[in-house]
C-alpha cells in the first residue's frame, strides 16, 4: 500500500511539473484527451488556400456544423456534445484561428464572405449537401453570409449573439473603448486578456495559469491579423440583418441578455426581417453562450433541431 503511496504521489508530481514547466504540450494533452472522450475525431486537410483542421462525431443524424467566433476555436463548441451527440458534428477552426491556416501565395482575404466560400469549400470536400449551421459572434456572421448565397444547402440556422446587426450600436461599454481608438478584441497583454474574457462572461470561468498562458499566447501570435478582421467586420461587410432581410430559413436566434459586446437589442431586431425566426433571450447570459452554460445551450440547439426535423416530416 505504502509503495502504490509512493508511485501515485511521483505520477503526480511529474504530471505537475509539466503542467508548469511545459504548458503547451500539457494543455495540447488535456484538450485532446477531452476531444476524443466526447467522441470527436481530428481531420486535417489542405482544402483550396487553407490547411483546414476540423473535429467531427461519428452521429446518426442530420449534420450541424457549428462556426466559432473572433479570437476562438472549434474547441468553444466540445463542452456541448453530449446534448448533441445524435447529429454528425462538423466544427472546423476557421483561419487564421486554432489550427487551421491559410496557405496561399498572397495576402489572405479573411473578410466575412471569404470565409463563408471557404466552409462552403469544406462542405463539397466532406459531401455534405444539406445541413444546420450554427455560429457564434464571427461564427453567425460568417453563417448569415453563408445563408444568403446559399440557401438551398441549410435545413436550419441556429444564431448564438451574431455578428453583427449594424442597426443597433454595439454595447455601450464596448462602444466607450472603441471610440478611444481601441479594438477590444485584439489581445496584446494580460489586461487585454483579462478585458476580453470580462465583456465575453457575465461569470469568468476559472481558468487554470497554465492554460491562460497558453491562451494569452495563441491570441498573441495573431493580434494583427485580429485586428485586420475586426476593422473589416466594422466596414466592409453589411449586417447580417441585410443579409438575412426576408430569409425563409428556419432560425433560432440565441441572444444572451448580458451581452456586453452584441447589444442585445440586434436580437428582436433580426427577428423582425427574417420570415421564420424564433427569439431566445436567457437570463444571466453573456457573449458566448456555450461556453458559459453548455448544458442549457446545448438542449436549446437540439430541441430547435428536433422541432424543425418533425416539421419537415408532416410536409
Known sequence: ??????VVSIILLVLLLLWFIFPVFTSAVIVNSGIRALGL???RQRIGDTDFHWLESSGKGPVLVMVHGLNGDAT???????????????IPDMPPFGESQYKANGEPDFSIHAQAERLDHL????????FYLAGNSMGGYISGDYASNH??????LLLLSPGAVKSVPFHK????????????????????????????FTKQPVIPGPVRRV????????????????????????????????????????????????NPEGAPALQQ?????????????????????????GDAMAEFIEQQEARDALN
Open 1 to 6: 500500500m505504502q509503495t502504490l503511496f509512493i
Open 41 to 43: 475525431k481530428q481531420h
Open 76 to 90: 468553444n463548441w466540445i463542452m456541448m456534445a453530449p446534448q448533441l451527440k445524435k447529429y454528425r458534428l462538423v
Open 123 to 130: 462542405m463539397q470536400h466532406l459531401g455534405i449537401d444539406k
Open 151 to 156: 440557401q438551398d444547402k441549410l435545413l436550419g
Open 173 to 200: 461599454h464596448f462602444m466607450a473603448d472603441m471610440e478611444t481608438g481601441l479594438n477590444p478584441l485584439r489581445v496584446e497583454n494580460q489586461a487585454d486578456l483579462e478585458r476580453l474574457m470580462g465583456y465575453c
Open 215 to 262: 491562451l494569452f499566447a495563441r491570441m498573441l501570435k495573431i493580434s494583427k491579423q485580429c485586428d485586420t478582421i475586426f476593422h473589416n467586420m466594422l466596414g466592409e461587410t453589411p449586417g447580417i440583418e441585410v443579409m438575412l432581410a426576408g430569409s425563409p430559413i428556419p432560425t433560432l436566434i440565441l441572444w444572451g441578455k448580458e451581452d456586453n459586446i452584441l
Open 273 to 297: 426581417v427574417m420570415n421564420d425566426a424564433e427569439l431566445d433571450m436567457p437570463e444571466k447570459t453573456g457573449h458566448v453562450p456555450m461556453l458559459e452554460y453548455p448544458k442549457v445551450t
